[in-house]
């Protein structure tokens, strides 16, 4: 089973809304409402920023949302700020691996 | 705190073993399914392999079904992953995470484990 693809890298400035998209089959994001996303800085741990596709965690900026169509999950910032400057992965259930994580993509801040 | 802290890692030749443990503390870990997630040098995340509260149920992912064998020890709220016929692309940072639901909601920080001659 394929990584889900998502863009090498995206960019905006500080206040603009980015939107990161993460493509996968009907066997896993099209398949099921368990869509979840990661910022990850370099050197450091994952962290959980949605789940089941669109709810937040306790503590994560309402600026961070998650939304589904079809086959395809996206993750939008709005308001985007330095320190959201980092690598984000997207992760679906599902398909013949039991999780499948996106092939992440590099968010800057210019 | 809700914490994780992975250990275990380090240098092994091809063809080797290595066991991880990841000792959980902060939340009731015996109600917890908990997972495995690598991390190769540079690149993105890969789901390795995942357990049931009790032990009872393990997952794998292809790439190391037969060769890793998830367990736990609920008694010492300890997640294990022992890992054998090391190959060099096992080389990576190893995280043990707490599931939530679907999805990984605290990790630890990681254990390197790399495989090499």
């Known amino acids: 089973q394929s990584a889900l693809t998502q863009p090498r890298s995206v960019s905006g400035s500080p206040g603009q809304a980015v939107t990161i998209s993460c493509t996968g089959t009907n066997s896993d994001v099209g398949g099921y409402n368990y869509v979840s996303w990661y910022q990850q800085y370099p050197g450091k741990a994952p962290k959980l920023m949605i789940y089941d596709v669109a709810k937040r965690p306790s503590g994560v900026p309402d600026r961070f949302s998650g939304s589904k169509s079809g086959n395809t999950a996206s993750l939008t910032i709005s308001g985007l700020q330095a320190e959201d400057e980092a690598d984000y992965y997207c992760?679906?259930?599902?398909?013949?691996?039991?999780?499948?994580f996106g092939t992440g993509t590099k968010v800057t801040v210019v | 705190e809700v914490q994780l802290v992975e250990s275990g890692g380090g240098l092994v030749q091809p063809g080797g073993s290595l066991r991880l443990s990841c000792e959980a503390s902060?939340?009731?870990?015996?109600?917890?399914?908990m997972y495995w997630v690598r991390q190769a040098p540079g690149k993105g995340l890969l789901w390795v392999s995942r357990i049931d509260n009790d032990g009872s149920s393990t997952k794998y992912a292809d790439s190391v079904k037969g060769r890793f064998t998830i367990s736990r020890d609920n008694a010492k709220n300890t997640l294990f992953l022992q890992m054998n016929s090391l190959r060099v692309e096992d080389t990576a940072v190893y995280y043990c995470?707490?599931?939530?639901?679907?999805?990984?909601?605290?990790w630890g920080k990681g254990t390197t484990v790399t495989v090499s001659s």
């Open positions: 992760c679906s259930y599902g398909g013949t691996q039991l999780y499948v």
């Open positions: 995470a707490k599931s939530g639901g679907y999805y990984m909601d605290v």
């Open positions: 902060g939340f009731s870990f015996g109600d917890s399914y």
